[in-house]
């Protein structure tokens, strides 16, 4: 079975969950790495169990025809030349979140990929966790009935004993708490009310802590999210809080509710008196390897063998969402409602 050659762009925390991942499909084996640090080929091909080559020139890596995609694993300001540069070289494109940086980023990529007609996949992986692949088919199930009101939060400390730190605190790196991290709450919230966002009204703020003091924007917000259908939903994103992780999910709908792990249904009858629980993994680490990339890049590589568009985490997919994101953060800097 031919399978699909990956050359990874940084190699950094990210791209260490993303090598395995990758190698673990059997459509698809990284052999390259392009870095801007010096890199020991024969020591990483032993690691991860690939022929891997070294680039450190990203242009000289494109310029492989042996290579058919690239993973996007560099910092967030880069994304937007990167993704161009590799649709115009004809590269399948994963790429990491957020996708980048403003609203302009997000139209520059999107001209590039529709033009190259290159097949996308973005770093939404916890669609395809256990927790929101069970979450998504309760609802399409019709067990909670029409939603009408929905909550994802994100909670998770990124303080100096946090790998991502280092760079997260930069405005230019890290953006917003929504964008660098609480994204992937927003993005779940959308998977699961399933309606077009019309309007956002977002408040951010910031935590006293001396560990947090580097950051130079705010590290806490809370976004209300106004559906087309009527339904309304909320998000908090925040990355300064001094406890777990925890990634809170409360849903309500015409026949039921669901909190995290736990539901009511009527129409399965059960006791509106105490939850019940569903079996799944819980996304209970920021850790990126516990993130299910396994389990999104099989269904990668599986679309672009058959010639479809990735289910879930397209660019397409993951564009909705950093449109809301940044509607987010202009009405917490404005202090308006955004309407999209």
């Not at 395995?20 to 640090?37: D, G, M």
């Not at 115009?88 to 302009?104: C, Q, V």
């Not at 999210?225 to 309500?252: E, R, S």
Request: glycine fraction near 8%; proline fraction near 4%.
């Amino acid at each position: 079975m031919k399978k699909y050659n990956v050359g990874i762009i940084g190699y950094g925390w990210v791209a260490s969950a993303h090598i395995p991942a990758i190698n673990a499909s059997p459509l698809a084996q990284v052999t390259a790495i392009c870095s801007a640090r010096p890199l020991d080929a024969a020591a990483l091909s032993a690691q991860y169990g690939s022929d891997i080559a070294i680039y450190n020139n990203l242009d000289a890596m494109l310029a492989n025809p042996d290579i058919q995609v690239v993973s996007i694993c560099s910092y967030p300001n880069q994304h937007v030349a990167q993704v161009v540069k590799a649709a115009r070289a004809g590269k399948h494109l994963i790429i990491e979140k957020p996708l980048g940086l403003s609203l302009r980023d997000l139209r520059t990529m999107a001209a590039a990929i529709t033009e190259a007609k290159v097949k996308t996949c973005v770093g939404f992986e916890c669609r395809y966790s256990s927790q929101f692949l069970a979450t998504k088919a309760t609802i399409d199930a019709g067990l909670l009935g029409t939603l009408h009101y929905g909550e994802v939060d994100y909670y998770h400390g990124i303080g100096p004993w946090y790998g991502q730190f280092r760079w997260n605190t930069r405005k230019e790196l890290g953006g917003s708490s929504l964008l660098t991290a609480g994204c992937h709450a927003l993005d779940a919230l959308l998977l699961c009310m399933g309606s077009e966002v019309v309007e956002v009204t977002s408040y951010n703020t910031k935590s006293k802590s001396k560990s947090f003091a580097p950051y130079e924007y705010p590290t806490s917000s809370v976004t209300i999210v106004k559906f087309k259908n009527g339904a309304i939903g909320k998000c908090a994103a925040v990355v300064d809080c001094l406890q777990p992780y925890y990634f809170h999910t409360h849903l309500v709908g015409s026949e039921g509710s669901l909190l995290d792990n736990k539901f009511h249904s009527m129409k399965l009858g059960t006791n509106k008196g105490q939850w019940s629980t569903l079996a799944m993994k819980m996304l209970d680490s920021g850790d990126v390897s516990d993130h299910p990339y396994t389990t999104q890049f099989a269904a990668f590589f599986q679309a672009l063998a058959a010639g479809r568009e990735m289910p879930l985490t397209s660019f397409a997919d993951a564009a909705k969402s950093h449109e809301v994101i940044f509607a987010a953060d202009k009405s917490a800097a404005t202090g308006k409602p955004v309407k999209l």
